[in-house]
């Protein structure tokens, strides 16, 4: 058993690796190399998929022991785009979005029709993602990290990637993402003294879940119906958390609770008295296997507080945002599929494409996704301004509820018999689509 074992990690890091050397392989010769900026962040993302790439085993419930920080916490500085107007990425984030869109074909996309029927994701996948960095992508160099600035366009694009490969692993892989991003970015020095290590140390299998989503109808994340309420130097909470990815093997969560009137986010660890895990499955996303966080008198430290109200403010609407990105990616692969499949399939002597009603709900699915992708890229290069995108991210998410669940519909659709069944990825697509436009929480860019 013991030999099995070691062979089974050191083949999941075999693999990890080599992902590693082909991007390696593929960048190395680019020009963007030339410039020592560009070859230190290789650098960095090469070291820390060393670091991890020969760790497999899952390690939860750590304990997270209490430490001082510096006198300020670090906080990544926000990206500057230039003044004119232009999406095209820089060649850094293209540099990202290769690693991302390999690591969604080579190892998520395989890997995504037994992850739902499973409702885990492989231990293989896990090792890739975080080799290549994927969990550090919204943490600072100071912190560790490998973010060099708080840039929401290039999580954008890194979600749209993974998402392309699958919206379910993708949620499951980034879901302690988000968390070390709100550690990062609303944390205290304390804070992230105490929290992040377990993120950027060397044992990455840390898991962790941004818990916003609640179970009753017509829910308001900015006036949540957990409450808080302060006893001496503690806070007691009451609530239930829905649609939390992996809550049952979680390492820490944030969740958001009405604090005397106010949202806020706070820091709650597992194993705290009052808080329990239900099994809640989903239509979609099942890959991230989502349960419920029950929290019954739940006591933690005041402390725990993490950022302002403020701060819940701007993670929701980061978080509206990032799940449109994720609707982009999947969408993608929706198009991706059905344009060679309208093309090869005949009937009645003649390809299915060069019937109107079918070019053009192809070209309505092309037009609406290029659509929400523009929207998702304008609203995360006004965050990196500094510029107030609100109008843009609530724009951006209602297209990703109208027509992510239309492009998955008609993806459906267009294969006929072909988009019911489990052999093709169709109706795995149009469940997942359905959750980027009604979820709160759990991604965050």
Known sequence: MAGTQART?????????????????????????QRSEARTRVERILYHGARQGFRAELVARRAFARR?????????????????FDLTPTEDQQMLQAAARELADEVIRPAAAQADVDRAVPE?????????????????????????????????????????????IAVSLLAPAAVAAALASYGSADQQATYLPAFTGSDSSVAAALALME????????????????????LVIDGVKALVPAADVADLFVISADLEGAPRLVIVEPGTAGLSAEDDPAMGLRAAATRRLVLEGVRVPRSGLLGTADDLVDAVRRSRLAWAAAA??????????????????????????????????????????????LLVWKAASRLDRGEDAS??????????????????????????????????????????????????????L
């Open 9 to 33: 990690q050191v083949s999941v890091s075999e693999r990890a690796q080599r992902l590693g050397l082909r991007m390696l392989r593929r960048v190395g010769g680019l020009p963007l190399m």
């Open 68 to 84: 001082s920080g510096p006198a300020t916490p670090s906080r990544a500085a926000l990206a500057r785009p230039g003044r004119e």
């Open 124 to 168: 293989k996948v896990r090792t890739a993602a975080w080799s290549m960095g994927t969990g550090l992508v919204g943490v600072p160099t100071a912190l560790d990290g490998i973010a060099e600035e708080r840039s929401a366009v290039t999580m954008a694009l890194v979600i749209e990637e993974l998402a392309r490969g699958d919206m379910g």
């Open 215 to 234: 179970p009753q109808p017509l829910y308001d994340p900015l006036k949540p119906c957990t409450s808080a309420r302060t006893e001496r130097d503690h």
């Open 328 to 373: 982009v990616g999947t969408a993608q692969a929706v198009l991706d599929q059905v344009v060679p499949y309208v093309k090869q399939r005949t009937a009645f002597g003649e390809p299915i494409g060069h019937r109107q009603a079918v070019a053009f709900t192809v070209a309505d699915i092309a037009i609406e996704l290029a659509g929400l992708r």
């Open 391 to 444: 109008a843009e991210i609530a724009q951006a998410r209602q297209l990703a509820a109208t027509y992510g669940t239309q492009i998955g519909s008609d993806g459906v659709q267009l294969l006929g018999g072909h988009g019911f069944v489990k052999e093709f990825d169709n109706e795995r697509w149009f469940r997942d689509l359905r959750a980027a436009g009604v979820l709160e929480g759990t991604l965050l």
